[in-house]
């Protein structure tokens, strides 16, 4: 069967975003497009087949931004994650704040906060939990530095110090 794609024109992000009209044409699509100024057009297969539904019946990821004492920063909300499955958990230090974005699959908001939460608790008691999304980004991402170096580094900073 072959796939039947939708060009959506659309403008704006979150909660801005805005669908200002659907065609089967892309070209028609971009024409509208640059007519009404509109940002982008995205396509989208219509009917996808089942196989991209990955979440047990009743259950969807969700979103959940949590500080370090368990408030939430926004209320949890459903999102269109499809990769990730029954039971994974994806976490990512929510940079605008000293919090963590928890991406969970769950039945409900409650079930989606109770798994964040007790992620939450398993990263402080393991002494996961980083404040600072500078910190966070440079242990993730950057990398570090090898025994030596970080004791050439002292070395240096100590003989600075004798001068």
Same mark, same amino acid.
């Given at each position: 069967?072959?796939?039947?794609? *939708?060009?959506? #024109? *659309?403008?704006?992000?979150?909660?801005? !975003?805005?669908?200002? /009209? $659907?065609?089967?044409?892309?070209?028609?699509?971009?024409?509208?497009? @640059?007519?009404?100024? /509109?940002?982008?057009? &995205?396509?989208?297969?219509?009917?996808?087949? @089942?196989?991209?539904?990955? !979440? +047990?019946?009743?259950? $969807? /990821?969700?979103? #959940?931004?949590?500080?370090?004492?368990?408030?939430?920063?926004?209320? +949890? %909300?459903?999102?269109?994650?499809?990769?990730?499955?029954?039971?994974?958990? %994806?976490?990512?230090?929510?940079?605008?704040?000293?919090?963590? #974005?928890?991406? #969970? *699959?769950?039945?409900?908001? &409650?079930?989606?906060?109770?798994?964040?939460?007790?992620? %939450? *608790?398993?990263?402080? /008691?393991?002494? &996961?939990?980083?404040?600072? !999304? +500078? @910190?966070?980004?440079?242990?993730?991402? =950057?990398?570090?530095?090898?025994?030596? &170096?970080?004791?050439?580094?002292?070395?240096?900073? =100590?003989?600075?110090?004798?001068?």
């Amino acid at each position: 069967m072959d796939k039947k794609i *939708v060009y959506l #024109v *659309v403008s704006g992000e979150y909660s801005d !975003y805005t669908v200002h /009209a $659907g065609f089967t044409n892309e070209s028609r699509a971009n024409e509208y497009k @640059d007519a009404i100024c /509109a940002d982008d057009v &995205e396509a989208m297969e219509l009917d996808p087949p @089942d196989d991209l539904i990955r !979440y +047990p019946k009743g259950y $969807g /990821a969700w979103v #959940v931004w949590m500080h370090k004492d368990g408030n939430c920063e926004n209320s +949890p %909300r459903r999102t269109d994650i499809r990769n990730l499955n029954d039971t994974s958990l %994806r976490v990512t230090h929510a940079h605008a704040t000293s919090g963590y #974005v928890f991406y #969970v *699959v769950a039945a409900n908001m &409650e079930h989606a906060v109770k798994i964040a939460n007790e992620k %939450r *608790v398993q990263m402080i /008691a393991n002494n &996961e939990w980083i404040d600072s !999304y +500078p @910190d966070w980004y440079r242990i993730t991402f =950057l990398p570090q530095k090898s025994k030596e &170096e970080q004791f050439q580094d002292k070395f240096k900073e =100590l003989e600075n110090l004798a001068k």
